[in-house]
């Protein structure tokens, strides 16, 4: 059973950086496809990007596509977020996520299997 742990989040000013990181443990990091996707009160869990398992492929939300990077070590067994340019409206619970490998990385969030607990972002005005 994969186990992922996000890190990273925090308290940043409109228009900063932040990377955010998912460690996975429990099975091949790399036979899986890894997501990121985020959550803010009241609303519904948002994609934000992916990787396929060979990260030959990736994928990302329209709100974040420009401004974010998603990047995978399978030697490290690690997914990272960077983000670029951060807005208000971007502050929200960021959560990881496996699911099975795939070409296609997929925005459904029913189509993944595992997830963290999540990391905090919070962007001030």
């Known amino acids: 059973q994969p186990q992922l742990e996000e890190s990273g989040g925090g308290l940043v000013q409109a228009g900063e950086s932040l990377r955010i990181s998912c460690a996975k443990s429990?099975?091949?990091?790399?036979?899986?496809?890894m997501a990121w996707f985020r959550q803010a009160p009241g609303k519904e869990r948002e994609f934000v990007a992916g990787?396929?398992?060979?990260?030959?492929?990736?994928n990302y939300g329209g709100p974040v596509e420009g401004r974010f990077t998603v990047s995978r070590d399978n030697v490290k067994n690690t997914l990272d977020l960077h983000m670029n340019n951060l807005k208000p409206e971007d502050t929200a619970t960021y959560l990881c996520?496996?699911?099975?490998?795939?070409?296609?990385?997929?925005?459904?969030?029913?189509?993944?299997?595992?997830w963290g607990q999540g990391t905090q972002v919070t962007v001030l005005s």
């Open positions: 990787s396929n398992w060979q990260h030959s492929n990736t």
């Open positions: 996520a496996a699911a099975v490998p795939q070409v296609e990385v997929h925005t459904d969030a029913s189509r993944y299997d595992h």
């Open positions: 429990g099975g091949a990091f790399s036979s899986y496809n």
